[in-house]
C-alpha cells in the first residue's frame, strides 16, 4: 500500500502544479471607434493604442503626434497636388483647305495659336510666298500691287476659302470681307447651305451709280444678300468684285 502511494504521488503533483498555473490565452483588445474629426481622432487612436498596451502587453506602440484642439485642418503629405496631376494642354484642331499658298498661311496660323495657348518650343514656321489676298490669319488688306518691271507674268489671284461646316469645320473672313457663294463654281451653295464659299472685300461695285472695282481685272458680280437681281428682271443692282478663276 505504501509503495502505491509513493507511486501516484509525483503525478498529483504534477496535476495540482497544471491546475495552479493555466496556459495563458492570447489576449485581444477590443476595436476603437473614433470620429473622423480631426485632432479629436488623433488623441482616440493614441488612447485606445494605449489601452491595448496595458491590457495585453508586447511591444510598446507609436503613438502620433497630435496638434492641439480646435486644429481644423488634418495635415496630409499628400494635401497637394499628385505629380503628373496637371491637365495636359491640347492644341484646337484646325482644318486647312489644300490650296497653295493658304494652306502654308493657315498651317503657320495653327502652329502660333498652338504655341500661344500651350507654350512650350517655339515652332519653326514655314516659308509661304506672297500673296495679294487676305491670309487665313492676317487682317492686312493689300489695296495695292507693287508693280515689278522685272516680271515677265502676272500671278492669278485667289480669294481665301470661307464657310465649308460640312467639309470639316467653319472658316471665317477677316475683318472688312464677306463670305458668299463662288460664281465661277457652277451648283454650289456655298455658305447658305454649308458649303465652302469665297472671301470677298465688302465694298459695293455696280449699282445705280456704277462704281468700279477698284483691282484691275476684277469683275463686279451680283450681290447675293439683297433681293435684286439682274437675271429676274433686277436693275442697277449693287455687286461686290471678285477675281475671274
Not at 58 to 86: D, H, I, M, N, V
Not at 121 to 149: A, R
Amino acid at each position: 500500500m505504501k509503495s502505491s502511494l509513493f507511486f501516484i504521488l509525483p503525478f498529483f503533483g504534477i496535476a495540482l502544479a497544471a491546475a495552479e498555473d493555466p496556459k495563458p490565452t492570447s489576449c485581444i483588445c477590443e476595436p476603437a471607434v473614433c470620429r473622423e474629426i480631426w485632432p479629436q481622432a488623433c488623441y482616440c487612436e493614441n488612447e485606445a493604442k494605449k489601452k491595448c498596451f496595458e491590457k495585453c502587453g508586447g511591444t510598446e506602440p507609436t503613438y502620433q503626434s497630435c496638434p492641439p484642439l480646435g486644429t481644423k485642418l488634418r495635415p496630409s503629405p499628400s494635401a497637394g497636388p499628385a505629380c503628373g496631376s496637371k491637365k495636359e494642354c491640347v492644341c484646337d484642331q484646325v482644318m486647312c483647305i489644300q490650296s497653295w499658298p493658304e494652306s502654308c498661311y493657315c498651317a503657320n496660323a495653327a502652329k502660333e495659336q498652338c504655341y500661344k495657348k500651350c507654350g512650350g518650343e517655339k515652332p519653326e514656321l514655314q516659308d509661304c510666298p506672297p500673296q495679294n489676298s487676305p491670309s487665313l490669319i492676317t487682317t492686312t488688306k493689300i489695296n495695292t500691287l507693287i508693280p515689278t518691271p522685272t516680271q515677265t507674268s502676272k500671278p492669278s489671284q485667289t480669294h481665301q476659302p470661307c464657310g465649308g461646316m460640312l467639309v470639316g469645320g467653319t472658316l471665317d473672313c477677316p475683318s472688312g470681307y464677306v463670305c458668299i457663294t463662288d460664281p465661277y463654281e457652277p451648283g454650289s451653295c456655298g455658305p447658305a447651305c454649308d458649303q465652302l464659299g469665297i472671301c470677298v472685300r465688302d465694298k459695293i461695285c455696280g449699282g445705280f451709280a456704277g462704281f468700279a472695282c477698284e483691282e484691275e481685272g476684277q469683275t463686279c458680280v451680283d450681290d447675293p444678300r439683297d433681293d435684286c437681281d439682274p437675271e429676274n428682271f433686277g436693275a442697277d443692282c449693287a455687286g461686290l468684285c471678285v477675281w475671274p478663276h
